[in-house]
């Protein structure tokens, strides 16, 4: 099956970038998913990819895709204490419907 | 502002005992889903459904049942709970399903659960 791998821990300082990567196994997946979990909460969708992209840029958010390596990014611009958080990478799975796999979790701690 | 609720947010109850989290969506959304989410942050997929009296089991097994009589409510039972079923379960939902283009899913708050 689908498989997601994220490394579980970053720490930055405030203002530096922050890059979350992530790596799948299944290269079907049409869209490619970033979700975010601040504590004590559910998942909020953060940003996505569409396959045939390479980049999404949104505001303070890039996503970078590489097709071939099986790699999706997230780059977070000045990285601000509110961004502290939990961020999933998430593909779906194949079928005709989908359902979203997610990694582990990259737990963003952001130091003043 | 997703429109999607979990009761109760917070459950301590003992081994045997039997509950229901409760899950409820105004959004019409036809597809529902329950993860289970580790102390350790990864989450599961134990149950989905696309649809009234539609239910399917995820990718993680799970003693845990599920209904769907109408669209907007998808509670999860435990007939009898463990310690083993400690965690926080995520109820979500989506229009599309991530396949296709606005395919988000929608998350509640999520339900703790200790089982001691």
């Known amino acids: 099956g689908e498989d997601v791998e994220q490394s579980l821990f970053l720490s930055v300082r405030e203002g530096d970038s922050s890059v979350i990567n992530c790596t799948y196994t299944d290269s079907s997946s049409t869209y490619l998913y970033w979700y975010k979990q601040e504590p004590g909460a559910g998942l909020q969708l953060l940003t996505y990819i569409f396959s045939n992209m390479d980049m999404k840029q949104d505001q303070r958010l890039t996503v970078l895709l590489n097709k071939k390596d099986k790699h999706l990014s997230l780059r977070i611009a000045d990285t601000q204490t509110g961004d502290s958080a939990i961020y999933f990478c998430a593909v779906h799975s194949g079928g005709s419907q989908g359902n979203l796999i997610f990694g582990k979790g990259t737990k963003l701690s952001v130091k003043p | 502002e997703a429109d999607i609720y979990q009761t109760p947010r917070y459950l301590v109850i003992g081994t045997g005992k039997k509950i229901t989290l409760e899950c409820s969506q105004t959004?019409?959304?036809?597809?529902m889903y329950w993860y289970q989410q580790d102390p350790g942050m990864e989450l599961h997929l134990i149950h989905y459904s696309y649809g009234v009296n539609s239910t399917e089991k995820g990718d993680l097994s799970s003693e845990s049942t599920v209904s769907r009589i109408r669209t907007e409510h998808f509670p999860l039972t435990l007939e009898s709970a463990r310690p083993s079923h400690t965690s926080q379960y995520l109820c979500?939902?989506?229009?599309?399903?991530?396949?296709?283009?606005?395919?988000?899913?929608?998350f509640g708050e999520g339900s703790r659960l200790t089982v001691l």
């Open positions: 959004m019409g959304h036809d597809k």
């Open positions: 979500a939902s989506s229009e599309y399903g991530p396949k296709r283009a606005g395919g988000e899913l929608f």
